[in-house]
Each structure stands twice: as C-alpha cells, then as structure tokens.
C-alpha cells in the first residue's frame, strides 16, 4: 500500500516562540511522541522507493529538536538496512540554536530553511515575539553562526505588497543565504485559504520593481541571483520555449495521493500538510492507519489529476511556459472547486510570469545570462 510513499512531513509540534501576525496555526503545548514518530519512520521503510524524504516543521520545529535527533537517529539506522538514501528537512523561524542543533545539522547534511521576511524594518513588523520585540536581529546571528560552521541555509521570504521589495531583496543578499523562495502575502489571519487582497496595478508596479531588480543585480555581479522560482521555473521555461519551442506540461500535484503522509503533533495522519486538521480528510494515527481510507483517497487524486481540463489555460499569456502545479485542495478550499481555472492561484503563477517577461525581455541577448540560465 505504501509502495509510492516519498515523505513524511513531521509537524512535530505546535509550540512557538513567535507570535507572527499572518500565522495561520493555533499555538499550544503539543509535540508528537518519539513512538509515534518512530511507528511513522517503519511506514515509509516499506516505500519501494530508494531515496525517501524526512521532514520537520511546526510550530517551530526546534522547540522539539531532542525529538528530531532521536527521530533522525532511528531513521537513519533502519534507512541503512533496507539500503536507502534519506534526506532531510527543517522549516525554522531561526530563533533557536545551539552546539546540539548545530552539530545535529552538519551530521545528517539537513537542508535548513529560515523564515526571514526582507530587512530589519519589514521583518519585525510581523514576526515578533510574545513581548511584541522583533526577531531579525536573533535570527540573523543565527544565521552568521551557522554560515561560520559551513552550514548555508537558504531563506523563505514572505513579501507583503506594503514594504519596499527592493530593500527587502537586497537586505536578504546581505544574509547570503543558499537560495531564497519568495511568498507573496496572500494569506489572512482570519482566512483558511489563498485570497485576493492585492489589485493588478499594485501587482504589477511590484512585479516592474523585481524585475528592475534581478536586471540591475545580474548587470553588476554577471551571475544570477538565488531565487529558484524565478531562475529555475520560469526564466527556464522561457528559454526552453523561445529556444526550442518547447511548452511546458501542465500538471497537478498529487502529493497527497499516495506520495506523502503529514504527521501532525497529536499524532493524526493526513494525506499532506495542506489537509491537516481537516477531520473529513484524516486518515487515522501512528497507531492505526485507516487503509480503506487512504486507498481511497489516493485513488481519487490520482484520477483527478489525470482528468483536469486545461481548455482555458489556452486563453492564458502564461500558456506555454506556465506547468500548472496546483493544488486542487487549496483550490477547492479557496472558491469550492477544485478546477485550477477558478482560483488566485493562476493570479500567483501570473505575476511571477510577468516578473520574468519583463527580465526576459532586458537579458535574452546576454550570452552570459543565456549560459546561466540554460544550466538551472
């Protein structure tokens, strides 16, 4: 039944020391127990897959990191007997860390991701402390000891519309992070789904700013800067199509369909993060999966996303560099349907395809970018 399994995502508690102000998770004193976690590393040893995946987020996963050691101990321990490759993931506000933690990341070569929302000032609007100090100025020591024991890690950066995005990128280079993922803020506090909260000219006078941005930075470093969903995604695709008319094949992610499992801090299984703490899509606990119930489930998404129509993606200027990897239940919690036409997700994919038109168009004739790009 597990044959397909790739990841297990540990959320493995809900504790935080941060009281960011678009966080969407309700904060206690739960963590998952080493049992659980431990019956949940045996599920994913009976994937056929070689190379599997561990992940942990929260809360704030460090909170837990005892925990995190003891789960990657005993998974690396039985990864060895049944001659697999493990990788593994942490998603941190950066505020914890310390010898054990340090150590713990450089054994196990943990890819590190640190929440860092552009400068100083943008940074410590929202994510704050209970006391309401801002974190900036922990994090980014953390991230300088990290970096002096070779540990890069790379930067996940929420943009709000209201900040200066140009001080906001430039503040983040000075971290020197290993790449940094940029979040539009799209989310609300008191929403459970993606909303519109922005109108096209604000949309698009931010879009000019970035792509004034990555132009100016690759002119005066001949290198590109480390943003993969620019580099990689689109700027990738626009080079394959222009130089080879290749289009890009649209698809839907079926992580939830028999490719992850999400473990949240009381133990309940679910599909994939994005379902968690939705009971009509729970698929039982570390102690008893629901294997009807799973089976079902991953039969579902997999039909589904061998039957989405496409048919206005023709309509769309994106078309044919755009891969459409939605989330039918981001869109289903969204507007109620699960079709990737109907929600402001395509508006995301649009305003980082007009980003990268816009840089397209400036560096296409660089042979220097072509070269760079080409190699993503």
């Known amino acids: 039944m597990f044959d397909a399994l790739q990841r297990i995502i540990f959320c493995i508690t809900d504790k935080c020391d941060l009281r960011c102000k678009y966080c969407l998770i309700e904060k206690s004193n739960r963590t998952i127990s080493f049992n659980s976690a431990k019956q949940m590393i045996d599920v994913l040893m009976k994937s056929k897959k070689r190379i599997v995946e561990v992940n942990f987020s929260g809360g704030e996963p460090l909170m837990g990191h005892r925990i995190i050691k003891k789960i990657i101990e005993y998974a690396n321990r039985e990864a060895f007997k049944k001659k697999k490759i493990i990788k593994y993931l942490i998603i941190s506000n950066g505020t914890i860390l310390n010898e054990e933690i340090i150590s713990m990341i450089k054994k196990n070569n943990i890819d590190f991701i640190i929440s860092v929302d552009g400068s100083k000032e943008s940074h410590d609007k929202n994510r704050i402390f209970r006391n309401g100090r801002g974190s900036y100025d922990l994090i980014k020591k953390n991230i300088e000891k990290m970096q002096d024991k070779g540990i890069k890690a790379s930067i996940s950066f929420v943009f709000n519309y ?73 700027l990738k695709a626009q080079y394959d199509y222009e130089k080879y008319g290749i289009s890009t094949k649209k698809k ?22 994005l379902y968690k703490a939705r009971n009509e899509l729970l698929i039982g606990n570390a102690n008893k999966i629901d294997e009807k119930r799973y089976e079902m489930l991953r039969v579902a998404l997999t039909a589904y996303s061998a039957d989405v129509n496409f048919k206005k993606c023709l309509e769309c200027r994106a078309n044919k560099v755009c891969n459409k990897l939605m989330c039918p239940i981001i869109n289903t919690f969204a507007v109620g349907e699960a079709s990737p036409n109907t929600t402001s997700f395509c508006e995301y994919a649009l305003f980082f395809f007009d980003t990268t038109t816009r840089i397209w168009r400036k560096l296409k004739k660089r042979k220097n970018f072509l070269k760079l790009i080409k190699n993503c």
């Open 162 to 234: 209201n900040n200066d995005i140009t001080r906001d990128l430039d503040a983040l280079l000075t971290l020197r992070p290993k790449n940094a993922y940029i979040n539009l803020e799209i989310h609300s506090k008191h929403d459970s789904c993606e909303k519109k909260a922005y109108g096209r000219s604000k949309r698009d006078d931010i879009s000019r700013k970035i792509a004034r941005w990555y132009v100016n930075f690759f002119e005066k470093n001949q290198e590109l800067p480390p943003m993969p969903v620019l580099n990689h995604k689109w």
């Open 252 to 273: 839907i992610c079926i992580s939830g369909a028999g490719r992850s499992i999400c473990v949240d801090e009381k133990s309940r299984i679910y599909p994939c993060t």
